[in-house]
């Protein structure tokens, strides 16, 4: 079982979700199969997508997914609050999703992907795409930022290619950085949540993030100069 203790760069959590976890997890302790269910319901889509990343097919995915819960489940009595359920029932998934795809040897070991800060396949979007360092709003951020890819779906009514071209960019990018854009552009979550679920230093994160974004719009800028 995955410990719950936090990384170092994990800001100190708000007082009402710390309190509505200790309800929570009163519930699943008591045996409260409604709060189960719900908490299945809410993070259920979320986990086989992430699952899937590692994985080789759905149904291996969904296997995993179940083995996190049973996990969950058995190991709530030791859950010791330093992390936030959510992260906690994410890093055992991700553990057992990683172990699953090195076993279908469809991966290569996680932490050499995770630790990989530099590397000469990068190919860096051009400096004219970022603001300045003396922009007063977001230095050093993208001119034009790119969307989040939920809102892709709206924009798809008008160009059904550019989904497909989206879908793909991401689909190509190596496991973690494919991961690190998944859970922050499409699950919505902030960095910390990213590192402590893939238990990975925030350095690492904001590196992994930035490739996968780079990439992706890379892809779409050639898409749209080659139409």
């Known amino acids: 079982m995955t410990p719950d203790s936090p990384t170092s760069s994990a800001p100190t959590r708000d007082a009402r979700a710390i309190e509505a976890d200790r309800r929570l997890i009163a519930l699943l302790r008591a045996g409260d199969s409604a709060a189960y269910m719900a908490l299945v319901d809410e993070l259920g889509p979320s986990m086989l997508r992430l699952a899937g990343q590692f994985t080789s097919s759905r149904a291996v995915a969904e296997e995993v997914v179940q083995e996190t819960w049973v996990a969950v489940l058995r190991g709530l009595d030791r859950f010791e609050g330093r992390s936030s359920l959510k992260t ?24 050499s992907l995770a630790d990989s800060e530099t590397g000469d396949d990068f190919e860096a979007v051009s400096a004219e795409h970022f603001l300045p360092s003396t922009d007063g709003r977001v230095p050093n951020h993208w001119a034009a930022p790119l969307p989040h890819w939920e809102t892709v779906p709206e924009v798809a009514t008008e160009s059904r290619e550019t989904l497909a071209v989206v879908r793909e960019a991401i689909d190509a990018l190596p496991e973690m950085q494919r991961t690190v854009i998944l ?6 979550w902030d960095g910390p949540q990213v590192s402590n679920a893939l238990e990975i230093s925030e350095t690492n994160q904001r590196v992994l993030l930035h490739r996968a974004r780079s990439k992706a719009r890379a892809a779409i800028e050639r898409h749209y100069s080659s139409t």
């Open 88 to 111: 906690w029932i994410f890093r055992i998934l991700v553990n057992r999703a990683k172990t699953r795809g090195v076993r279908e040897r469809r991966t290569v070991p996680f932490a």
């Open 183 to 188: 859970l922050r552009d499409v699950e919505g």
